[in-house]
């Protein structure tokens, strides 16, 4: 019997090894996104902070713009951290009840409320000796900080409607385009789950911080989404790469992406124009003149 027992938990460890060389497999085609492309001071700088931050097992800070990339840095650096070979859970506050993103959080066992028809595992269990990335923190209940700083500190917490306490070895990733200093100081952010998260801190500049990386970005974004759509190689036009240049790009390299999408969609003739960029907001202003695209190529 009791090889019999071995046997099948040796057949089990090889199947959950499996399942996780295939899921990382699928994780690293879906995600393969390089958050530092680019060639500019502000972008290699990032750089060296994340391999600084990487290996760290603290809490870390990823504060920057709506569209800049959060996500994609969080991602990163669990890919370059000693838990590379744990899961990656990611959930966004932003938008969620008090009471969803609870139970999204902790979990909740049968009963615990109406409607808890079974026991739900939490993310912070799904993640449990891997990263935990709360995206726009800055929109979480102040309730639920305060168990959020239990798992920090402590790395335990309750299932909502359970007596049981778990524990939960998690590297937590924040992030935020809002200023949580400011929400302290108003009262609607807790001040010591901010130090305590605020520990290593990066910011991702926005687009109009380091324009020198446009041309990089938009040659990646319109190879990738070239073959997204099963369509040729295409090149930008002179007119193009000098409107890229020359716009503020308020919603960063999500909208970049969004405007060459289109560009890409409606392109006709293997080329991308001026006239097929379509921009939400005003050029940049003048006094600043956008450098050179063919300089930057």
């Known amino acids: ?126 993640a449990n000796h891997g990263t935990l990335f709360l995206d726009e923190i800055g929109d979480m209940d102040l309730q639920i900080q305060g168990k959020v700083l239990k798992v920090v ?35 609607s952010f807790r001040s010591d789950l901010y130090f305590r998260i605020n520990t290593l801190r990066l910011r991702i500049p926005p687009l109009r911080e380091r324009r020198e990386d446009i041309p990089i970005l938009t040659g990646k974004l319109v190879e990738q989404l070239a073959q997204d759509m099963k369509r040729p190689p295409l090149e930008v036009s002179e007119n193009a790469r000098t409107a890229l240049l020359n716009y503020s790009w308020p919603g960063n390299i999500r909208e970049l992406r969004n405007v060459l999408e289109r560009a890409v969609l409606l392109s006709d003739d293997g080329v991308i124009h001026n006239p097929g960029l379509e921009f939400e907001g005003p050029p940049a202003p003048s006094a600043a003149p956008a450098p050179a695209f063919n300089q930057l190529t």
């Open 153 to 187: 500190e402590e790395k335990q917490f309750h299932r909502l409607g359970d007596v049981l306490q778990r524990k939960a070895d998690v590297q937590m990733i924040a992030a935020t385009h809002r200023d949580l200093k400011k929400l302290v100081d108003e009262g």
């Open 1 to 126: 019997l009791s090889l019999l027992t071995a046997m099948l938990r040796r057949a089990l460890d090889n199947f959950r090894n499996l399942q996780k060389t295939f899921t990382n497999r699928l994780e690293r085609a879906r995600y393969d996104r390089d958050p530092f492309l680019g060639a500019s001071a502000a972008i290699r700088e990032l750089k060296r902070a994340a391999q600084r931050v990487a290996d760290a097992n603290s809490s870390v800070l990823i504060q920057g713009e709506t569209g800049t990339g959060k996500g994609v840095l969080a991602r990163a650096l669990h890919k370059m951290s000693t838990r590379s070979d744990e899961p990656f859970v990611d959930l966004n506050c932003a938008g969620l009840s008090r009471e969803l993103l609870e139970s999204e959080l902790f979990g909740h066992q049968k009963g615990a409320f109406t409607g808890a028809v079974a026991n739900k595992l939490g993310f912070i269990e799904a």
